[in-house]
């Protein structure tokens, strides 16, 4: 079974400052990974994808994520933080070749001016 | 290109009565998704549909919860009678056959009282 942890419930940041959103994932087969972000009353959007291409990411926004197998992780980063990031982000982790996702509990991103 | 949509936004009810939530898939996308969201949690899969298929729904709890997709296009998600403990945002998600990308719609938010 797959699985992924968040690991932090709450980061906060101040504007223009760099972001990290921490995932580590559990996976018995080569995963897909995702992160998605919903902001308040909104829907998930997608920010990226990784499916055994490139390990280094490029998203929507300005946010990027990089698989690396030997730690298990998929951290999610941005270089600068803007006040319109602040919402909640969810590591999201699938099997290759099905199309259940199993999601994060979620990381709120805090942005202070 | 429209969304995902969902209706309706909001729904309170009190504890044994019916509910039901609709959802409009993204036009073309063959595969349809519902998902709770309890507080604070990331969303859990119920069931989803490849096309008229309920093709994973063993997570959905069939003795109160049933749900359909007539014409493979539109779905409808039933809850009877409702408990406490069914408060929660009920996503809808659409994607294409054999892809893992899915996109999410606003959420039905449920409150039980």
């Known amino acids: 079974a797959q699985s992924v942890t968040q690991l932090d419930s709450h980061v906060s940041v101040s504007e223009g400052t760099p972001v990290l959103l921490r995932c580590n994932y559990s996976s018995s087969y080569s995963p897909s990974l995702f992160w998605y972000v919903q902001h308040p009353n909104k829907g998930l959007q997608l920010l990226l994808k990784y499916t055994s291409a490139a390990t280094l990411v490029k998203g929507i926004n300005g946010f990027e994520a990089e698989f690396k197998k030997s730690e298990t992780s998929f951290h999610l980063t941005k270089p600068s933080a803007h006040m319109s990031d602040a919402a909640e982000y969810f590591c999201?982790?699938?099997?290759?070749?099905?199309?259940?996702?199993?999601f994060g509990t979620g990381t709120r991103l805090l942005v202070s001016p | 290109e429209a969304g995902v949509v969902q209706s309706p936004r909001y729904k309170i009810i009190e504890k044994k009565q019916p509910v039901a939530f609709w959802c409009n898939p993204i036009s073309g996308h063959n595969t349809l998704y519902w998902y709770r969201q309890n507080l604070g949690q990331g969303p859990e899969l119920l069931i989803r549909?490849?096309?008229?298929?309920?093709?994973?729904d063993s997570q959905l709890p069939k003795d109160r919860f049933s749900a359909e997709r007539l014409k493979g296009v539109d779905s409808t998600l039933k809850i009877q009678p409702a408990e406490l403990g069914d408060s929660a945002v009920y996503l809808c998600?659409?994607?294409?056959?054999?892809?893992?990308?899915?996109?999410f719609g606003p959420g039905t938010r449920l409150t039980v009282t």
């Open positions: 549909y490849e096309n008229e298929e309920a093709v994973d």
């Open positions: 999201v982790v699938s099997n290759t070749g099905f199309q259940k996702l199993v």
């Open positions: 998600a659409s994607s294409l056959l054999g892809v893992h990308e899915q996109y």
